[in-house]
């Protein structure tokens, strides 16, 4: 939430009230902010002065860490340097199972509107190895449906029809027409070469994922011309629908419940970006917009997920765990599964 002195309504950089524990003294754009202590918060502020540094390299963050030109980081996604954080009696690492959901977009408009090719991709991905690869080991949890396994939303009652099974995606495959004719390995659709485009971007370590599904696609003959650049590349793709696969991380529950995440995939919503469409799915989601019993709410969801399940809609990479790492110099901090409002009155200095 924020406060808009609307005398300054046209500079956001100072006239933006932060209801929070600290107040922006000072922003410097790609750098990061200078916060410091609200006198008006309604509990004590621990600190006199925050200084906020933005770092998109995870690397960068985990070595300024243990060089002590910072106290605190959050999300480190290299796999050995959260490791050698957590190895480090020196340094606290504090993960927690998040409500952010890591998945591919599946384009409905293209190539991938044949449902035997859509199902192929699904099977042949094992996306349980890939989280737990070097790579990405311990920052997701796997799972199938576009709703993290830890929310109340009856993950343990649905049924994935495509576990990872390469013989069975080839044969479905062969028996959809889908073959590779003149022997160069790459399957054919209506006389062409398939190669999908992957859009994707470093987030969250959403680019090592693509790279896993490039190899696995590869392996039942489906080509990939990857198309990865910064995060407005990858919205641009996904909005105009130049892509066949668009990877990306959202966060399920940010208003507390999944109804504006799971409005991407109902047939009108206007953040449709995959051209979805499932009558079933649509008149569920009407019902569920306009009810107030929780029960029959929390029953829709559940069946709004297997929709997208059987309809092999999404490609889902996992469930991203937050973290935070800090030195001695702080006594406590702990990431919330919420995964946003992380500098929190909770961070305070080592006594």
Known sequence: MEIIDVSEIENFDTG?????????SKHTDLVGYEMVKNPHYRETVPYDKVVITFMGDASAKAQALQAGQVDLVENITNVADLKKLQEDPNYTVDIASGVRCGFSWLNFKGILA??????????GVDYKTICASNTIGGLYTPGFSVLPSTLAYGYNNLNNPYEYNVEAAKKLLDDAGIKDTNGDG????????????????????????????????????????SQYGSSDDCWNDLITFNYDLDNNNWTTVGTGDPTEYMYNWYG????????????EYDQLFEEYLASTDMARRTAIIERLQQILIDDAAVLVDGYYNSSMAYSKNVGYAHIHTADYYWLTTEIVPAQ
């Open 268 to 279: 009108k919503s206007e953040s449709n970006f995959c051209g979805y469409q499932n009558d």
């Open 114 to 123: 044949n449902d035997a090719l859509r199902k192929a991709l699904l099977m």
């Open 186 to 225: 790459i399957r054919e659709l209506n006389g062409q070469n398939i190669v999908l485009r992957y859009s994707s971007y470093e987030n969250r370590l959403l680019n090592d994922f693509s790279d896993a599904h490039t190899l696995y696609f590869k392996e039942i003959g489906i080509d990939v011309k």
């Open 16 to 24: 933006v009230i932060g209801t929070g524990p600290y107040m922006v």
